[in-house]
C-alpha cells in the first residue's frame, strides 16, 4: 500500500530552525483538521482576499495531498473589483475546487436585503446572505481568515466562536477555550465560525505571502488609480463611487491592504511593488489596516461588534 | 507552557494579566503598549475619543483592551483580549484578563496559552481572595512562571515598606502553590511608574521595568524533550477520485495519519506503540506541512504519517514511544476546575475530550475541594460550581491513554461538554 510513497521516497532533513511562522502555519493546520474531522459540512468563507488566500493556502497544506474536505463559500457584495473575481475564479479552477457563490444582489432582488439608498455599502448585508446559504446549504461551520489584530472586538473572540439560530454572536458569554482541545458541538440550526489564523498579525500573513509564494489579486500592489481624499482616506472613483460634482480627482499610486465593498474600501497611497517592499510599509506603518482603510467601521465606537452580534462573519 | 500555542520560540512570549477586579491589569496593557510607541495613530485617536465622551479628562488607557460595549459601559473587563505587539528585543502576545469572580474561565482561557503571568495587585488593599483563585489557576493550568507587579503604587506615596510587605505574602503564596522562581516589581499603571522607564518615585527599587523584564523573561521547551506522543486527528484514505491536482502522488489507495506531534519527536523508521489495541507499527513516512517527505517531526508540528502495515487507527487513537508507553485506565483521579453555571451532577454522563479524541465520562466522586483563600483542602459538604477547584474521580466508557498532566501537559488534560447544552463545563488535569 505504501507504494507510491517509496517511489518519491527522497526524504529531506526537517528544518532545524522553527520559526514564528512555523508555529502560526502548525496551530492554523491543527484548527483546520479539528473542523474537518469532527463538523458535518464545513465552508471555507473565501473573499479573494489576502486573509482568505492565505487559509486557503492552509487548508490546501492540511489536507495534502487530498482534495479538500470543505466547500469555499463566497458572499460576493457584487460590490468587487473584477481583478478579485478573477483571481478568485482562476485558484478555484487551478485547485478544482468546490465554490458555491451567493450574492447581496440576488438577496436584494429577492426582498430579502432591503437597502435605504440606491449605492449603500453592502457589507454588513453580506450577514443576510450569509445566514441565508449556511441554512440552504446547511453548513455547520464557516471557516473564515479574521485575525484578532485587525480590530477591538475581533481581539475578544475565540477561535471557535459560536453562533445561536439567529446567527448572533453573544460576546458577553462565549466558552471557555482552554488548552487547544475545542468543543466544536452546535445543536441543529446553530453554527460555528472557525478562525485559524486569529493570532497572526498583518506582517505575519505578509511574510507568510511571501515565504509561500501565495498569489494575489493585482490590486494588492501598487498602481495607478483615480481617487478622491475625504477624512484623510483615498476614496476610489469608480462607476459604483463616481466623482460628485466638486471632488478633485487625483491620479495616483495606491494598493489595497484589504479588499472588500467597493463603495467602502479605500486603498493606500503606495509605490510597493513588491511583497518585500509591501513588509517594508506593514513593519513601518502608523495606521492599522482597518483604520487606513474601512470607511464603514468609522461610522461609530462599536460598528465591527455590533455587525458580529447579527451575525457577521 | 502552552500547547495550543505551538509558538514557542524564544523570539516569542506569551503572557497574560491576571489578579482581582480593578486592580489595574487592562491599564498596564495599555500603558504598556503606549509608552512603548505600539499604538497606531488611529487606536490612540479612538480610545481619545471615546475616553472623552465618557467625560474622562485624561485618555482612560483600560479602553485599548476593553473593546466591547458592555466592558466600556461597565468599566470592567468582560473576556480577554488579545494584543499583539513587539519591541526590538522579541515580539510578544499578551492576553489581558477580566478579574471579576464571575469571568474567572475567561482568566483561565488566556492562561492556557501563556508562558508567563503578571498578577497584579492593588498596593493600597493587597492581596485579595481573586487573588489567590487567579494565582492557583494560572499555577493549575499550567503556565510556568509568574511575576507579581504591585500597582497604584501612587496610591500608598511610593512606598517601599507596603511594596515589601505585600511582596514577601506574593511570595509566601506563589511557594504554598508551587512556584519556585518568583518575580515581583512595584509599578503604577496610571502614571507610567517602572513600566518602559523606572521614573523617579521608585528610585529605590532596583531590578528592570516591566517592559524590560519581559524582554528576557525565558519560555519553557518542555514538551520537546518529553516521549514521543502523536495525536490522529484524522485518518485521510486517499484513492484516485480524490487526489489534488499536481499533488505528484498518483492515486494508489494509501492511508495517512494527519496529526499533531504532542511532545518528543519521531523519525522515520522509528517503532510507535498505537493506541487504543496496543499494536507495534513502524513509521514508513513523514509528510511535514511543507508538504515533502521529511526525515522526523518533532513536538508541536502538523504533519502526516504512513506506517508500514494497515492497522485499525482512527481518529483519536495516539501512536507513542515503544520505550516509553503511557498509562491506561478508564479510572483516573483528576484536578478539575468548573466552568459552568449549572453545578457537576454525579448522576448525569459527560463528553470528555483530551487531545482529539472523545469518551463519555461519568464523575464517581468529589474528593476534595479547594479552599482557595486558605489552599487547604475540604472533603466536606461536596458539590462543584462555577470556579470550584478540586479532585475528582472519573470513570470513562473506554479505557483511556494519558499521561499524569504534571508529567506531559499535552496528554494529561481535558475538557468536559454537556452533551445536552454543548457548553463547555470543566477542564481537568490528570493526577
Ligand atoms: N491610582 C491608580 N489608579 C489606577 C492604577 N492602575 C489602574 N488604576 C485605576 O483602577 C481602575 C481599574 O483599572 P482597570 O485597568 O480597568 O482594572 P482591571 O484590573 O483591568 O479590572 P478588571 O479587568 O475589570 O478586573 C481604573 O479606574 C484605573 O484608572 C494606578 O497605578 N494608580
Ligand atoms: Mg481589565
Redesign the interface.
Known amino acids: ?5 517509496e ?9 532545524t530552525t ?3 511562522l ?6 492554523a ?2 484548527i483546520l ?2 473542523v ?2 469532527e463538523c458535518n459540512n464545513p465552508a471555507l468563507l473565501f473573499s479573494g482576499g489576502k486573509d482568505s488566500a492565505v487559509v486557503l493556502h492552509l487548508a ?8 479538500l474536505p470543505l466547500t469555499l463559500l463566497h458572499i460576493d457584495t457584487e460590490h468587487n473589483y473584477q481583478e478579485v473575481l478573477d483571481f478568485r475564479d482562476r485558484v478555484v479552477k ?3 475546487l468546490k465554490l458555491v457563490v451567493r450574492s447581496v444582489g440576488e438577496s436584494i432582488r429577492q426582498g430579502r436585503v432591503r437597502l435605504r439608498y440606491e449605492g449603500e455599502p453592502r457589507n454588513k448585508y453580506q450577514t443576510i446572505t450569509l445566514l441565508d446559504a449556511i441554512r440552504e446549504h446547511n453548513f455547520d461551520v464557516c471557516i473564515g481568515g479574521a485575525r ?2 485587525e ?3 475581533r ?2 473572540e ?1 477561535i471557535f466562536s459560536f453562533r445561536d439560530e439567529f446567527g448572533q454572536w453573544d ?2 458569554n ?10 466544536t ?3 441543529d440550526g446553530e453554527n460555528i465560525r472557525t478562525f485559524p489564523i ?2 497572526w ?1 498583518e506582517l505575519d500573513v505578509w511574510e507568510y505571502i511571501q515565504r509561500e509564494e501565495i498569489e494575489l489579486p493585482e490590486i494588492y500592489f501598487t498602481h495607478q488609480r483615480d481617487v478622491v481624499i475625504k477624512n484623510n482616506l483615498l476614496v476610489p472613483v469608480t462607476s459604483l463611487t463616481p466623482a460628485k460634482e466638486g471632488d478633485e480627482i487625483s491620479r495616483m499610486s495606491v494598493r489595497f491592504r484589504t479588499v472588500g465593498d467597493i463603495t467602502c474600501t479605500a486603498p493606500v497611497a503606495s509605490t510597493a511593488a513588491t511583497i518585500e517592499a509591501i513588509l517594508l510599509e506593514t513593519a513601518q ?4 489596516e482597518r ?2 482603510t474601512r470607511l464603514d467601521d468609522q461610522t461609530s ?2 460598528a465591527m ?2 455587525r458580529k452580534k447579527e451575525g457577521y462573519f | 507552557m502552552p500547547m495550543n500555542n505551538p509558538i514557542n520560540v524564544s523570539g516569542l512570549l506569551r503572557f497574560i494579566t491576571a489578579g482581582s477586579v480593578d486592580d489595574g491589569k487592562s491599564t498596564l496593557i495599555g500603558r504598556m503598549l503606549y509608552d512603548s510607541k505600539n499604538l497606531q495613530v488611529d487606536q490612540l485617536t479612538a480610545v481619545e475619543a471615546s475616553s472623552k465622551k465618557r467625560g474622562m479628562k485624561e485618555v482612560d488607557l483600560s479602553l485599548i483592551t476593553d473593546g466591547l460595549l458592555a466592558e466600556r459601559e461597565q468599566g470592567i473587563t468582560i473576556d480577554v483580549a488579545y494584543r499583539y505587539f513587539a519591541t526590538p528585543a522579541r515580539k510578544f502576545i499578551v492576553g489581558d484578563s477580566p478579574g471579576h469572580l464571575q469571568y474567572t474561565r475567561n482568566m483561565v482561557t488566556a492562561a492556557s496559552s501563556a508562558d508567563l503571568a503578571i498578577v497584579l495587585i492593588d498596593a493600597e488593599s493587597g492581596v485579595k481572595t481573586q487573588t489567590r483563585r487567579h494565582l492557583y489557576l494560572v499555577h493549575w493550568v499550567g503556565v510556568s512562571h509568574v511575576l507579581f507587579a504591585v500597582n497604584k503604587m501612587d496610591k500608598v506615596g511610593f512606598s517601599e515598606d507596603v511594596y515589601q510587605k505585600i511582596e514577601r505574602e506574593c511570595v509566601e503564596l506563589a511557594h504554598s502553590i508551587g512556584y519556585s522562581k518568583i518575580h515581583s516589581m512595584p509599578v503604577s499603571a496610571l502614571d507610567g511608574d517602572n513600566i518602559t522607564s523606572r521614573g523617579d518615585r521608585l528610585s529605590w527599587h532596583e531590578g528592570p521595568t516591566l517592559l524590560e523584564y519581559l524582554e528576557q523573561a525565558p519560555t519553557v521547551q518542555d514538551l520537546l524533550h518529553l516521549p514521543f506522543r502523536f495525536s490522529v486527528q484524522r485518518v485521510m484514505r486517499l484513492n484516485r477520485q480524490n487526489i489534488q491536482v499536481n499533488s505528484g502522488f498518483d492515486g494508489a489507495d494509501l492511508r495517512g495519519y494527519q496529526g499533531l506531534v504532542v511532545s518528543g519527536e519521531v523519525r522515520v523508521g522509528d517503532e510507535v506503540i498505537i493506541s487504543p489495541g496496543g499494536h507495534r507499527a513502524q513509521i514508513n513516512s513523514i509528510l511535514g506541512a511543507s508538504r515533502r517527505l521529511v526525515d522526523s517531526a518533532l513536538t508541536q508540528e502538523s504533519v502526516t504519517l504512513f506506517l508500514d502495515q494497515d492497522y485499525d487507527v482512527s481518529r483519536g487513537a495516539l501512536f507513542t514511544d515503544v520505550n516509553n508507553p503511557m498509562l491506561s485506565s478508564n479510572e483516573f483521579n483528576a484536578e478539575l476546575c468548573w466552568f459552568d453555571e449549572a453545578p457537576l451532577d454525579l448522576s448525569r454522563t459527560y463528553l470528555m475530550k483530551q487531545m482529539s479524541n472523545a469518551t463519555r465520562v461519568r464523575l464517581k466522586a468529589i474528593n476534595e475541594l479547594v479552599n482557595v483563600e486558605t489552599l487547604e483542602r475540604t472533603s466536606d459538604h461536596l458539590s462543584m460550581c462555577m470556579n470550584d477547584i478540586g479532585q475528582v474521580s472519573l470513570k470513562t466508557q473506554t479505557a483511556l491513554s494519558f499521561d499524569s498532566f504534571k508529567r506531559n501537559r499535552g496528554t494529561g488534560a481535558f475538557i468536559l461538554i454537556d452533551e445536552v447544552s454543548n457548553r463547555t463545563v470543566a477542564a481537568g488535569t490528570i493526577e
Not at chain 1, 512555523?22 to 496551530?27: G, P, T
Open positions: 500500500m505504501s507504494a507510491v510513497i517511489k518519491i521516497e527522497i526524504y529531506e532533513k526537517n528544518k522553527w520559526t514564528h512555523d508555529a502560526l502555519e502548525s496551530e493546520i491543527h483538521r479539528e474537518a474531522a490546501l497544506k492540511a489536507f495534502f495531498p487530498e482534495t487551478r485547485n478544482n484578532r489584530d480590530e477591538k472586538a481581539a475578544k475565540r460576546p458577553k462565549q466558552r471557555p477555550e482552554i488548552w487547544n482541545i475545542y468543543n458541538r452546535v445543536a486569529s493570532n498579525t506603518t502608523q495606521v492599522t483604520g487606513a465606537e462599536a461588534e455590533l
